[in-house]
């Protein structure tokens, strides 16, 4: 987006270069997952509330600098909460950024056992056809090896290049809300 459109779809601080995420709660509990009543340094995250973050983080991409506004209702400053609900966003994205690296980690593995299998459908179908007579039943299996072959290795290959890539950006932006500054503003 040009930065027109985002000065005017979000609060822009020309004295930091940064755009403001302003989100309004009522009490500091809101920003977490209703179901989840763990310590609040611990808890989910409310589900608007990350695919807002995330649908922000898309539209301001990593050249601009952003700060998270927390705008809290009915509530006075609390510093201890302050922290602990800065404490508990960090260790949720801490969270978030292992369990899509164990995923992705399992998407790598998964791409050098297709490659693995591929190529030994492609060696066993090689082999087929070259010392099997030719009989309508040799040709169905060895070409069923080459298929299943191709199949294999088209499979490494979108695996890597679109699954894995995919993955890699939502840990660049997960990387990025865990880094971000967090304010809070209180109002009546």
Known sequence: MKKIELKSLY??????????IDIQLENYRDAYSDWDYSALNNRDLNDDLMKYL????YELTSK??????????????D???ENRTREGISNYFNYKIRQIRNQRFRLIRDTFYFLLI?????FVGTIM???????????????GFFIGGWVMIWE?????FFNIKELS??????VRLKDVPIMFKYSD
Do not use: P
């Open 54 to 57: 995330l649908e922000c983080i």
């Open 156 to 160: 490494m290959f979108t695996t890597w």
């Open 79 to 81: 510093n201890t909460r």
């Open 169 to 174: 950006n939502v840990i660049k932006n997960y």
């Open 118 to 122: 591929g190529t030994l459908f492609l």
């Open 64 to 77: 601009n600098k952003i700060i998270i506004v927390f705008h809290i209702l009915y509530q006075i400053r």
């Open 11 to 20: 609060q822009y601080d020309q004295e930091l270069g940064a755009y403001y």
């Open 129 to 143: 056809s070259h010392f099997s007579n030719e009989t309508i039943v040799t040709n169905l299996i060895s070409e």
